[in-house]
T-cell receptor, first 115, second 115 residues
Framework: GENVEQHPSTLSVQEGDSAVIKCTYSDSASNYFPWYKQELGKRPQLIIDIRSNVGEKKDQRIAVTLNKTAKHFSLHITETQPEDSAVYFCAATTNSGGGADGLTFGKGTHLIIQP | KAGVTQTPRYLIKTRGQQVTLSCSPISGHRSVSWYQQTPGQGLQFLFEYFSETQRNKGNFPGRFSGRQFSNSRSEMNVSTLELGDSALYLC??????????????FGPGTRLTVL
């Protein structure tokens, strides 16, 4: 089955600096890669996703890049703000013919924004 | 549109008992997936239901089961509870019927404590 590795487990950055979280996956058939943000005591919220036919996607301060050959994808957050502090999860899944496998998640990155 | 809802939000059970959790997806979504979240194992996929049929299953014992009703609402059941079943149980809904991966939206979760 799919295996997703996520690094680092904790990331502390100064407010205004950039943060990068990296994930690798094992199943070359995976074709959908979402990122979720989970604040303490709250549900995971989708912040950005990318499909395997795209190399990069950007939404304001957040961007995701995908390298299918190397089987890794990364989340980039620029101009970090205190409200970016949370746990971020990457995930991967395979969707074929309308049937979606469950999401396989990385272990999470605790992002701390230092004022 | 109303988001994904889950009931109850908190449950306390004792070992050996069974429990049923409920999930109502976003209107129009036909796929419901269930996940277990623990500090040690992170987020793990339990199973996915679409049109009242289990379409995919994760690596959990048979004590974990689920079902989906014709209105897409889903329940999951855990029988013969063990201490290790203490976790946050999250459900996520998605469209489910397209040939490309769909975004999954999470509910607030049910916090199960087994004593």
């Amino acid at each position: 089955g799919e295996n997703v590795e996520q690094h680092p487990s904790t990331l502390s950055v100064q407010e205004g600096d950039s943060a990068v979280i990296k994930c690798t996956y094992s199943d070359s058939a995976s074709n959908y890669f979402p990122w979720y943000k989970q604040e303490l005591g709250k549900r995971p919220q989708l912040i950005i996703d990318i499909r395997s036919n795209v190399g990069e996607k950007k939404d304001q301060r957040i961007a995701v890049t995908l390298n299918k050959t190397a089987k890794h994808f990364s989340l980039h957050i620029t101009e970090t703000q205190p409200e970016d502090s949370a746990v971020y999860f990457c995930a991967a899944t395979t969707n074929s013919g309308g049937g979606a496998d469950g999401l396989t998640f990385g272990k999470g990155t605790h992002l701390i924004i230092q004022p | 549109k109303a988001g994904v809802t889950q009931t109850p939000r908190y449950l306390i059970k004792t070992r050996g008992q069974q429990v049923t959790l409920s999930c109502s997806p976003i209107s129009g979504h036909r796929s419901v997936s269930w996940y277990q979240q623990t500090p040690g194992q992170g987020l793990q996929f339990l199973f996915e239901y679409f049109s009242e049929t289990q379409r995919n299953k994760g690596n959990f014992p048979g004590r974990f089961s689920g079902r989906q009703f014709s209105n897409s609402r889903s329940e999951m059941n855990v029988s013969t509870l063990e201490l290790g079943d203490s976790a946050l149980y999250l459900c996520a809904s998605s469209l489910g019927w397209t040939s490309i991966p769909n975004e999954q939206f999470f509910g607030p979760g049910t916090r199960l404590t087994v004593l």
